[in-house]
């Protein structure tokens, strides 16, 4: 069976003899290349390679966060392939062992004879390393909430659990038909101590929860709420995910609840790729497993959850 490699180098060239290399030694499959970090860690999350050649000098995300990121969303074992040339090089290159890399290999500056006789044989042997999930704490700064069909129901057990000052602002995008979000509003103010409010145009990002409103995109912008004009009729939960993902980075949560379709899907997995949590609901508990079956697919999530794991999460936040 063919060891499944995922090459990520921002040089097309290295990429080309690496997979010339590993063609001639057999025993290999390339299942994706990547040119930046960021493009790396999505694909290791899609393709769950067996193995992967890290570059360490790349545009958008450097190695070293990739290697970081993969570690904790999807342990697999690395090889970081550089060109080390000076003392910060050779530090840089441990410090990706630190991070969860197994080895370094040095790329050559002439000839790669010499690497294509070792770079097969090492990675036989890394492919077989068995590495674990690095766990780095990461303070959540917002909890982002999509759910559609069938979601009001599970907002409100969500929401009612919090207490009040529970200290992480909640912003949740519930497609709704227009006319019914004051009543929402009201509704989930019944049964919950933490203050619960419509969104509305500039209103800054704090405590509480805060509800979309039907009709308008809702994004973070500067740490405050901005209400584009949506596309379509309801609130968009991609363009809202992905906006926590650029605002807050790692800092941001998000979970998908239940509802048909894909939307949120690709945000949420732009959370995961930036750093941030992310949640998506199991099937025995959706309405309508669609969005959260949507991003499980993705790769947006390891696994889905159970609504009293999301609830236990959250609270753990505050």
């Given at each position: 069976?063919?060891?499944?490699?995922?090459?990520?180098?921002?040089?097309?060239?290295v990429r080309e003899i690496v997979k010339r290399i590993l063609h001639d030694a057999?025993?290999?499959?390339?299942?994706?290349?990547?040119?930046?970090?960021?493009?790396?860690?999505?694909?290791?999350?899609?393709?769950?390679?067996?193995?992967?050649?890290?570059?360490?000098?790349?545009?958008?995300?450097?190695?070293?966060?990739?290697?970081?990121?993969?570690?904790?969303?999807?342990?697999?074992?690395?090889?970081?392939?550089?060109?080390?040339?000076?003392?910060?090089?050779?530090?840089?290159?441990?410090?990706?062992?630190?991070?969860?890399?197994?080895?370094?290999?040095?790329?050559?500056?002439?000839?790669?004879?010499?690497?294509?006789?070792?770079?097969?044989?090492?990675?036989?042997?890394?492919?077989?390393?068995?590495?674990?999930?690095?766990?780095?704490?990461?303070?959540?700064?917002v909890i982002g909430i999509g759910s559609s069909t069938g979601g009001p129901v599970?907002?409100?057990?969500?929401?009612?659990?919090?207490?009040?000052?529970?200290?992480?602002?909640?912003?949740?995008?519930?497609?709704?038909?227009?006319?019914?979000?004051?009543?929402?509003?009201?509704?989930?103010?019944?049964?919950?101590?933490?203050?619960v409010r419509l969104a509305s145009e500039g209103m800054e990002v704090e405590k509480?929860?805060?509800?979309?409103?039907?009709?308008?995109?809702?994004?973070?912008?500067?740490?405050?709420?901005?209400?584009?004009?949506?596309?379509?009729?309801?609130?968009?939960?991609?363009?809202?995910?992905?906006?926590?993902?650029?605002?807050?980075?790692?800092?941001?949560?998000?979970?998908?609840?239940?509802?048909?379709?894909?939307?949120?899907?690709?945000?949420?997995?732009?959370?995961?790729?930036?750093?941030?949590?992310?949640?998506?609901?199991?099937?025995?508990?959706?309405?309508?497993?669609?969005?959260?079956?949507?991003?499980?697919?993705?790769?947006?999530?390891?696994?889905?959850?159970?609504?009293?794991?999301?609830?236990?999460?959250?609270?753990?936040?505050?």
């Amino acid at each position: 069976m063919s060891i499944r490699v995922l090459i990520v180098d921002d040089s097309k060239v290295v990429r080309e003899i690496v997979k010339r290399i590993l063609h001639d030694a057999g025993g290999f499959e390339v299942v994706g290349e990547a040119e930046n970090g960021l493009d790396g860690v999505r694909l290791c999350l899609e393709k769950k390679p067996d193995v992967v050649i890290m570059d360490l000098r790349m545009p958008v995300m450097d190695g070293l966060e990739a290697i970081k990121r993969i570690m904790e969303e999807s342990p697999t074992p690395i090889l970081v392939l550089t060109v080390a040339v000076d003392e910060d090089e050779y530090y840089t290159s441990f410090e990706a062992l630190s991070r969860g890399a197994v080895d370094i290999v040095k790329k050559p500056r002439g000839s790669w004879d010499k690497l294509a006789k070792e770079l097969p044989l090492k990675l036989r042997i890394i492919s077989k390393v068995e590495v674990k999930r690095r766990k780095n704490k990461k303070v959540v700064k917002v909890i982002g909430i999509g759910s559609s069909t069938g979601g009001p129901v599970l907002v409100r057990k969500i929401i009612e659990t919090l207490p009040s000052d529970y200290p992480v602002p909640v912003l949740v995008v519930q497609h709704l038909s227009e006319g019914f979000e004051e009543g929402f509003v009201t509704w989930l103010r019944s049964s919950s101590s933490i203050p619960v409010r419509l969104a509305s145009e500039g209103m800054e990002v704090e405590k509480g929860v805060t509800i979309a409103v039907p009709g308008r995109d809702m994004v973070v912008e500067g740490r405050k709420i901005r209400l584009p004009p949506g596309v379509e009729g309801a609130p968009s939960i991609d363009r809202f995910f992905s906006s926590l993902a650029e605002e807050y980075g790692e800092g941001a949560c998000g979970i998908l609840l239940s509802g048909m379709g894909e939307d949120g899907a690709e945000g949420l997995l732009k959370i995961r790729l930036s750093g941030g949590r992310t949640y998506a609901l199991r099937e025995e508990e959706c309405a309508v497993y669609g969005i959260s079956r949507a991003a499980l697919e993705k790769g947006a999530v390891n696994r889905t959850s159970s609504l009293f794991e999301i609830v236990e999460a959250i609270n753990e936040f505050g």
